[in-house]
């Protein structure tokens, strides 16, 4: 199957500042990517579809100027949590599609674990 | 907004017993995918069904599809060790472009 790199894996960040989250389509590209915050032992929440070139779409309730989203080439998405809190602190996960077909699977990424403190 | 249920929200079976999760969807689904997150680990996909009442199979589990396109399950038979982890089915509304997760069930298999 596809492989969608996610980096980093793990980050502490001091309450404050800015973390930023890469989601990266190692074998294909990808014209949609899917941020998605996962709390512990809870389901996967859709934060915001990513499309190349344009504005990300953000889901109701999610704070699109604190949530930046950016997705500059058809391989890279990124998420930056801006003036992170230790509300903020979660598990956040990236998903590609390779095509435009909405019945196509969705590749993850292994997830980042965003603590802060 | 669309909100995909999932029953049991937890499941504790002895190995070799078999074990069925249900999806329901408030709204009408263009397809529905099953995924598997082990603990730690990011959702890895199972299976997408697409057709009213479509059944496919892997292996010793079973899918299904409802004949409205609002609710699916997975059956699992004889479960083993292997198969511990939560268990998310993600559909799609129809028109829709992303996924929405069920709230999961989470599968313990006592050995």
């Known amino acids: 199957g596809a492989v969608v790199s996610q980096h980093p894996s793990r980050v502490i960040c001091k309450s404050g500042t800015s973390v930023k989250i890469e989601c990266r389509s190692l074998?294909?590209?990808?014209?949609?990517m899917f941020w998605y915050r996962q709390f512990p032992k809870k389901s996967l929440m859709l934060m915001a579809t990513s499309n190349e070139g344009s504005k990300a779409t953000y889901e109701q309730g999610v704070e699109k100027d604190k949530f930046l989203i950016n997705h500059a080439s058809l391989t890279l998405s990124t998420l930056t949590v801006t003036s992170a809190h230790p509300e903020d602190s979660s598990f956040y996960i990236c998903s590609a599609r390779f095509d435009t077909n909405m019945n196509t699977e969705a590749f993850f990424g292994q997830g980042t674990r965003l603590t802060v403190v | 907004g669309q909100q995909v249920m999932q029953i049991p929200q937890y499941q504790h079976v002895q190995e070799g017993e078999d074990f069925t999760t249900y999806c329901n969807s408030s709204?009408?689904?263009?397809?529905i995918q099953w995924y598997k997150q082990r603990p730690g680990g990011h959702p890895v996909f199972l299976i997408q069904l697409v057709k009213s009442g479509e059944v496919k199979k892997q292996k010793r589990l079973t899918f299904q599809f409802g004949e409205a396109k609002k609710n699916s399950s997975l059956h699992i038979t004889a479960t083993q060790t292997t198969d511990v982890g939560t268990y998310f089915c993600?559909?799609?509304?129809?028109?829709?472009?992303?996924?929405?997760f069920g709230t999961g069930t989470r599968l313990t298999v006592i050995p």
């Open positions: 993600a559909g799609r509304a129809t028109g829709a472009n992303n996924l929405f």
């Open positions: 709204t009408t689904l263009s397809n």
């Open positions: 074998d294909f590209q990808a014209t949609t």
